[in-house]
């Protein structure tokens, strides 16, 4: 998602791809995906999810926020300094 990055809404985007199976309108379902780790900050957390629902082929992509605990004050600074600053 070299978009998030470019657009300063994520620091860093890790993809792995995965296999699928899901239950969607009513039926089983399977699919090869990707999954991605989205590096960002607390306040930038909506804008991710909503350009990444704009970007993304599936209609409601699974999208869950992780809060950062014990993170390291430099990592934290390095993940600050490469996306957008406070609500800008």
């Known amino acids: 998602m070299e978009t998030l990055v470019a657009e300063q809404l994520a620091a ?27 590096k960002t900050t607390a306040h930038l957390a909506n804008a991710v999810t909503q350009r990444l629902t704009t970007l993304h082929s599936y209609d409601v992509p699974e999208v869950f926020v992780i809060a950062m605990e014990n993170i390291s004050a430099d990592y934290l600074t390095g993940i600050e300094a490469s996306v957008r600053s406070e609500r800008g």
Do not use: G, N, T
């Open 12 to 38: 860093c985007v890790q993809f792995s791809p995965i296999e699928s199976w899901y239950r969607w309108q009513d039926k089983a379902e399977y699919a090869s995906e990707i999954r991605l780790h989205i």
